[in-house]
């Protein structure tokens, strides 16, 4: 009987031991993914699920409190390079030539992700992202100003909204960084946004109405590049957008660990505007 008993015994640790990790782990797989209107896949949870944070847990590249920052460099079409100084609420912005030394030029885009839902859930009810926090630092990390929007992370996919704010504007009507499974070369697929007039700007293209861009989506390679961060393998992604406005184009550089490690957008206007990963911030770590 002994020897029965002990097996008894290891069987229920066994199935405690199993129940408890469950317990722990209830939140990583307590949804379904499903296709948005547009091809996107997004989590969804059941009615009773109101934890805020619920479209964080699963994320293993967008947790919650990290910082990525990116450096970034406009090249006009005749191949100068420019950075843009804040005016103020009125005259907003204005491109000026790069100068390492010009005080007030943005040099930086800072995007944190967020704790929870926070208040864009009385904007928009039913948002399925998760929160980002841009933020837009000048030489010496002046802020002046930021905006909230979102990125989605899963198993089938990673789509995100790209620094849109002043000057990135322009990148509307670029291709939004985006990957999606399997992760291989040939993968192909596509997706398409409505864009209304108030992303318009004589700078870059003025329109009236709205334009629809339609995206096509290709992983062409796997390569190793030079980052801040170290050599990194990166799936290449190219793709390009067309309206009736033109066509813009995106070739991203996307790590598992640290996500889109660089960005070269071919702009509207035939300028440039290139992104590239410079930091990763765990800002609960910096608080300790």
């Known amino acids: 009987m002994r020897p029965l008993y002990s097996l008894i015994l290891l069987v229920l640790l066994v199935f405690l031991a199993l129940f408890a990790c469950k317990s722990l782990d209830k939140n990583l797989d307590d949804y379904s993914l499903m296709l948005d209107d547009d091809g996107i896949w997004v989590e969804q949870f059941d009615s009773t699920n109101v934890d805020e944070s619920r479209?964080?847990?699963?994320?293993?590249i967008f947790k919650e409190n990290i910082s990525f920052v990116y450096s970034f460099k406009h090249i006009t079409k005749d191949n100068k390079r420019l950075s843009f100084k804040y005016v103020d609420s009125i005259s907003d912005w204005k491109f000026e030539?790069?100068?390492s030394q010009k005080d007030g030029l943005f040099e930086k885009v800072n995007i944190t992700v967020t704790k929870g839902l926070g208040q864009i859930l009385r904007a928009i009810p039913d948002y399925n992202q998760t929160v980002l926090s841009y933020s837009y630092?000048?030489?010496n990390d002046f802020a002046p100003f930021?905006?909230?929007s979102g990125v989605i992370e899963n198993e089938r996919n990673v789509w995100m909204h790209p620094p849109r704010d002043k000057y990135?504007?322009?990148l509307e009507l670029n291709p939004f960084p985006y990957i999606k499974a399997p992760?291989?070369?040939g993968n192909h697929w596509d997706w398409k946004l409505t864009i209304g007039d108030p992303w318009s700007d004589p700078r870059w293209m003025s329109w009236n109405?709205?334009?629809e861009n339609t995206y096509d989506y290709e992983i062409i390679d796997k390569t190793r590049i030079k980052t801040a961060l170290g050599?990194?393998?990166?799936?290449?992604?190219?793709s390009k957008a067309t309206s009736r406005l033109g066509k813009t184009g995106l070739i991203s550089y996307f790590h598992k660990k640290y996500g889109f490690v660089r960005l070269d957008y071919l702009n509207i206007d035939g300028s440039k505007t290139v992104l590239e990963l410079v930091d990763v911030i765990n800002l609960d770590a910096d608080s300790k």
Do not use: D
């Open 231 to 238: 050599n990194l393998n990166c799936f290449m992604i190219q």
């Open 183 to 185: 992760y291989k070369i």
């Open 146 to 148: 930021g905006s909230t």
């Open 137 to 139: 630092l000048t030489h």
């Open 55 to 60: 479209y964080n847990h699963n994320n293993s």
């Open 168 to 170: 990135f504007k322009i």
């Open 209 to 211: 109405g709205l334009v």
């Open 97 to 99: 030539p790069y100068s």
